[in-house]
């Protein structure tokens, strides 16, 4: 019995040790407890410490008998008493201390498992940092061209409605122009109407004379 306490003693040291260097075999130690904990796994290993417990609880009123048992009646300490008193005690000493580590080597894994979620949360926390920095970067450099184009294009729009108050000036002075055109034509008209009257005039009275000329010859001929 206690040569198996000691064993499971220093197999539990050892897993212990394991834990606390981040080597290979730790993993490998991580991978086998985590398919102990899973199925019955539990159910069993909740089943030994139990037993295991009682059997110290056991031992422990072994001890406390055989001490009552020398106070009460006030006996001499026999060698096989004290053999059987000294067995009891280590063995319960071993079982309680047996129990103690295996609460540390799960506490260990339990503590090692979410430290290792916890490091991956924050990998994947740091991976969408840098797309939503990377996605900033790029937007920021977007940003920069939409912001390049749309000074070009007020640019382009001054330009325009510079072009345009030159074209409305120069619309302004052809429409001036026309208007002084305009009237210089009605000018014109109305001089060739007044030309044409007269020249009607001139006519009419060339065409009297040219009569008046022909009765006074055809007077002088008779």
Do not use: C
């Not at 108050?165 to 210089?184: D, F, H, P, T, Y």
């Not at 000018?187 to 060339?206: A, C, I, M, P, T």
């Amino acid at each position: 019995m206690i040569q198996l306490l000691f064993s499971l003693i220093f197999a539990e040291k050892a897993l212990i040790v394991i834990f606390v260097f981040k080597t290979p075999l730790r993993k490998l130690v991580i991978i086998g407890l985590d398919r102990v904990k899973r199925g019955r796994g539990p159910i069993i290993v909740k089943t030994v410490a139990g037993t295991v417990f009682v059997v110290m609880m056991s031992t422990i009123y072994s001890v406390a008998s055989i001490h009552t048992r020398w106070v009460d009646e006030g006996a001499d300490i026999t060698p096989t008493d004290q053999i059987l008193l000294a067995q009891h005690l280590l063995e319960a000493s071993l079982m309680g201390f047996s129990l103690f580590l295996a609460f540390m080597i799960d506490r260990l894994h339990h503590y090692i498992r979410e430290l290792s979620l916890r490091r991956k949360t924050m990998e994947a926390v740091k991976k969408q940092n840098r797309a939503f920095e990377d996605g900033k970067s790029g937007a920021s450099e977007e940003i920069k061209t939409l912001e390049g184009e749309a000074s070009a294009l007020r640019g382009k729009i001054r330009q325009l409605e510079s072009e345009l108050v030159e074209k409305a000036k120069e619309a302004s002075r052809a429409e001036a122009n026309a208007g002084a055109l305009k009237k210089q034509s009605e000018g014109f008209l109305l001089e060739y109407d007044r030309l044409l009257e007269e020249n009607q005039n001139l006519r009419s009275q060339l065409q009297s004379l040219d009569r008046k000329l022909s009765r006074s010859e055809r007077k002088k001929v008779s």
